[in-house]
C-alpha cells in the first residue's frame, strides 16, 4: 500500500509516515517548505516534494499509485480545497487524518498502545516511557513529539508488543484510539478554540478514561475531575516518598518520571528501585530544558501550568551552580492569551527577571484584537520583575549581561519557524561562552 503524506515535515506527520514505513508500507508525501526535518527524511530514503500544487503528487501517483492520503488535520479542516486534496477527491484516493492511520498501523500489527495523555508534561513523559524500555532491552514501537538523543521521533520495531504513543487532546485526537494502558501528567483547560468551556476539556479527558483499558492519573487531578479509584482508574499519590529519590532536576520531572516508572512497573513487573535508578540517567529532550550554549537554555512552556514545571527546574539548576534564574518569554498564540492573561499570577516567582515578548501568532482569530507584552505584563501579581521586549540586539545585549552577571538565561517558546526558540539557536555564537 502506498501512502501519501501531506504536510510530512511536521512534528505529528513526520514521524507517522517513519513508522508506517518501517511497518511495510510505501511512504511518500510532501510539505510547503523545505526543513532540517524534510531533509533528514529524504536521507532516511522517503520520497518527498516541496511542492504541494498538486504537479508532485500527480507525477508520483502516476509512477506509484497512491492508495492513501493522509494529511495534517489543519490542512483538511481549514483549506479543504487543497490542491493535494483537490486532486486525491478527482482520483477517488482516501482522505483521512493521520489518527485514522495510526490505528490502522496498530491493529495491523496487533500492537499494544501505551499512551501518555495531559495538558502538559506529556512529551517528556513519553520520553521517559521510550528510555525505560530501551534500557530494559525490550523491542518497542513509538512516536514522540521531541527530537532526543536516544531515540528517533518515530520508530517502528518488528516484533514489538507495545506501541509508546504522546497522545494529544487538540482537535480532540485522542478520543480516537482506545489505549491498552493512558499515563495522564496534568490536566489544565486549553484549547480553547476546540474546547469553548473549562467543563467541556474535562469531559473529553473523562471519555478518554473510559475509551482506555487501564489509566494512572495523579490525585489532585483527579479531585479536579471527580474521578475514583477503580478496576480501571488508578490514583497516584502526588507526594509519595518515591518521587524524591528520582534524581532528576525539577519536582515537575520527577513527577512524570515518577508516573512512567508506575506505568512500566505495572506492565513488566520489572522492579520499582531498577526503574528509578534507570530514570537517573534519562538525557531529556530537545527544547525541554535544552542547554544550546553555557547557561543557555531553550524550554517549550507556553501556559502557567508548564511555566510554573519550568521554572521548577531552572531554579534547582541555578541553585546548583549558585546563579540566579532570568527569563526571555514568547507567548504562543494571541488567542491562549485571551483565556489565560489573567491566569499567570506568580507563575515565574523565582525569576530574578522576566523579558516578554510579542506573542508567536499562528492559527489567530481576526476578531481578536492583539494583547501586548505590557498587557500581559500588568496581569502578574508583581509586574515590576518583568519588562517588554523584542527580539533584537537589545534582547541579545541583555542577555549577555545576564549571563556575565552570574545568572542561566531561559528562553520559553513553542512556536516553530521564527520563533525565540529559532531565533536563539541563530544567535548561539553571539552569547558570552
Same mark, same amino acid.
Request: glycine fraction near 6%; aromatic fraction near 10%.
Given at each position: 500500500?502506498?501512502?501519501?503524506?501531506?504536510?510530512?515535515?511536521?512534528?505529528?506527520?513526520?514521524?507517522?509516515?517513519?513508522?508506517?514505513?518501517?511497518?511495510?508500507?510505501?511512504?511518500?508525501?510532501?510539505?510547503?517548505?523545505?526543513?532540517?526535518?524534510?531533509?533528514?527524511?529524504?536521507?532516511?530514503?522517503?520520497?518527498?516534494? @516541496?511542492?504541494?500544487?498538486?504537479?508532485?503528487?500527480?507525477?508520483?501517483?502516476?509512477?506509484?499509485? @497512491?492508495?492513501?492520503?493522509?494529511?495534517?488535520?489543519?490542512?483538511?479542516?481549514?483549506?479543504?480545497?487543497?490542491?493535494?486534496?483537490?486532486?486525491?477527491?478527482?482520483?477517488? @484516493?482516501?482522505?483521512?487524518?493521520?489518527?485514522? $492511520?495510526?490505528?490502522?498501523?496498530?491493529?495491523?500489527?496487533?500492537?499494544?498502545?501505551?499512551?501518555?495523555?495531559?495538558?502538559?508534561?506529556?512529551?517528556?513523559? &513519553?520520553? /521517559?516511557?521510550?528510555?525505560?524500555?530501551?534500557?530494559?532491552?525490550?523491542?518497542?514501537?513509538?512516536?514522540?513529539?521531541?527530537?532526543?538523543?536516544?531515540?528517533?521521533?518515530?520508530?517502528?520495531?518488528?516484533?514489538?508488543?507495545?506501541?509508546? !504513543?504522546? $497522545?494529544?487532546?487538540?482537535?480532540?485526537?485522542?478520543?480516537? =484510539?482506545?489505549?491498552?494502558?493512558?499515563?495522564?501528567?496534568?490536566?489544565?483547560?486549553?484549547?480553547?478554540?476546540?474546547?469553548?468551556?473549562?467543563? *467541556?476539556?474535562?469531559?473529553?479527558?473523562?471519555? =478518554?478514561?473510559?475509551?482506555?483499558?487501564? &489509566?494512572?492519573?495523579?490525585?489532585?487531578?483527579?479531585?479536579?475531575?471527580?474521578?475514583?479509584?477503580?478496576?480501571?482508574?488508578?490514583?497516584?499519590?502526588?507526594?509519595?516518598?518515591?518521587? +524524591?529519590?528520582?534524581?532528576?532536576?525539577?519536582? !515537575?520531572?520527577?513527577?512524570?518520571?515518577?508516573?512512567?516508572?508506575?506505568?512500566?512497573?505495572?506492565?513488566?513487573?520489572?522492579?520499582?528501585? +531498577?526503574?528509578?535508578?534507570?530514570?537517573?540517567?534519562?538525557?531529556?529532550?530537545?527544547?525541554?530544558?535544552?542547554?544550546?550554549?553555557?547557561?543557555?537554555?531553550? *524550554?517549550?512552556?507556553?501556559?502557567?501550568?508548564?511555566?510554573?514545571? $519550568?521554572?521548577?527546574?531552572?531554579?534547582?539548576?541555578?541553585?546548583?551552580?549558585?546563579?540566579?534564574?532570568?527569563?526571555?518569554?514568547?507567548?504562543?498564540?494571541?488567542?491562549?492569551?485571551?483565556?489565560?492573561?489573567?491566569?499567570?499570577?506568580?507563575?515565574?516567582?523565582?525569576?530574578?527577571?522576566?523579558?516578554?515578548?510579542?506573542?508567536?501568532?499562528?492559527?489567530?482569530?481576526?476578531?481578536?484584537?492583539?494583547?501586548?507584552?505590557?498587557?500581559? @505584563?500588568?496581569?502578574?501579581?508583581?509586574?515590576?520583575?518583568?519588562? +517588554?521586549?523584542?527580539?533584537?540586539?537589545?534582547?541579545?545585549?541583555?542577555?549577555?549581561?545576564?549571563?556575565?552577571?552570574?545568572?542561566?538565561?531561559? $528562553? /520559553?517558546?513553542?512556536?516553530?519557524?521564527?520563533?525565540?526558540?529559532?531565533?536563539?539557536?541563530?544567535?548561539?555564537?553571539?552569547?558570552?561562552?
Amino acid at each position: 500500500m502506498h501512502i501519501y503524506f501531506i504536510g510530512i515535515g511536521g512534528t505529528g506527520v513526520g514521524p507517522l509516515a517513519i513508522i508506517a514505513e518501517g511497518a511495510g508500507y510505501d511512504v511518500s508525501g510532501s510539505d510547503n517548505k523545505a526543513s532540517e526535518y524534510t531533509r533528514y527524511l529524504e536521507k532516511k530514503g522517503i520520497q518527498l516534494s @516541496i511542492d504541494q500544487s498538486g504537479a508532485s503528487m500527480k507525477k508520483m501517483h502516476a509512477e506509484h499509485p @497512491i492508495d492513501w492520503v493522509v494529511s495534517v488535520s489543519a490542512i483538511i479542516r481549514n483549506n479543504p480545497d487543497h490542491p493535494e486534496l483537490r486532486y486525491a477527491r478527482e482520483n477517488s @484516493i482516501p482522505i483521512t487524518e493521520r489518527d485514522t $492511520c495510526l490505528n490502522e498501523i496498530v491493529k495491523a500489527k496487533n500492537l499494544k498502545m501505551i499512551a501518555a495523555a495531559g495538558t502538559h508534561g506529556k512529551t517528556t513523559t &513519553t520520553a /521517559m516511557l521510550i528510555w525505560l524500555f530501551k534500557g530494559l532491552n525490550v523491542p518497542i514501537s513509538y512516536s514522540v513529539g521531541a527530537k532526543t538523543i536516544f531515540a528517533e521521533m518515530g520508530h517502528y520495531e518488528p516484533g514489538s508488543e507495545y506501541f509508546i !504513543y504522546e $497522545c494529544d487532546e487538540f482537535h480532540r485526537n485522542f478520543l480516537n =484510539f482506545s489505549p491498552f494502558i493512558s499515563v495522564v501528567s496534568g490536566i489544565a483547560w486549553d484549547h480553547h478554540e476546540v474546547f469553548p468551556t473549562r467543563d *467541556d476539556y474535562n469531559q473529553a479527558f473523562k471519555d =478518554f478514561f473510559g475509551q482506555s483499558n487501564h &489509566t494512572l492519573i495523579w490525585d489532585n487531578d483527579a479531585s479536579y475531575l471527580g474521578v475514583r479509584q477503580s478496576e480501571s482508574l488508578t490514583i497516584v499519590d502526588g507526594n509519595h516518598a518515591n518521587i +524524591a529519590s528520582v534524581q532528576l532536576a525539577g519536582l !515537575y520531572n520527577r513527577r512524570n518520571a515518577w508516573l512512567a516508572v508506575e506505568a512500566v512497573n505495572k506492565l513488566t513487573g520489572i522492579d520499582i528501585g +531498577a526503574l528509578v535508578e534507570r530514570m537517573a540517567s534519562f538525557p531529556g529532550t530537545q527544547r525541554r530544558m535544552e542547554e544550546i550554549a553555557p547557561n543557555v537554555f531553550t *524550554d517549550y512552556a507556553h501556559t502557567p501550568e508548564k511555566i510554573i514545571g $519550568c521554572m521548577s527546574v531552572a531554579s534547582e539548576i541555578a541553585q546548583a551552580r549558585n546563579k540566579n534564574v532570568v527569563v526571555v518569554y514568547e507567548p504562543l498564540t494571541n488567542r491562549r492569551q485571551h483565556f489565560m492573561k489573567n491566569d499567570y499570577k506568580n507563575c515565574f516567582e523565582g525569576a530574578k527577571h522576566v523579558y516578554w515578548i510579542p506573542s508567536y501568532l499562528s492559527r489567530e482569530d481576526p476578531n481578536q484584537p492583539i494583547i501586548t507584552p505590557a498587557e500581559l @505584563i500588568d496581569r502578574l501579581d508583581d509586574p515590576s520583575i518583568a519588562t +517588554a521586549a523584542f527580539m533584537d540586539e537589545d534582547l541579545l545585549l541583555a542577555i549577555n549581561a545576564h549571563l556575565e552577571q552570574d545568572c542561566i538565561v531561559v $528562553c /520559553m517558546s513553542s512556536g516553530g519557524g521564527n520563533s525565540l526558540d529559532e531565533w536563539l539557536r541563530a544567535k548561539v555564537q553571539a552569547l558570552s561562552q
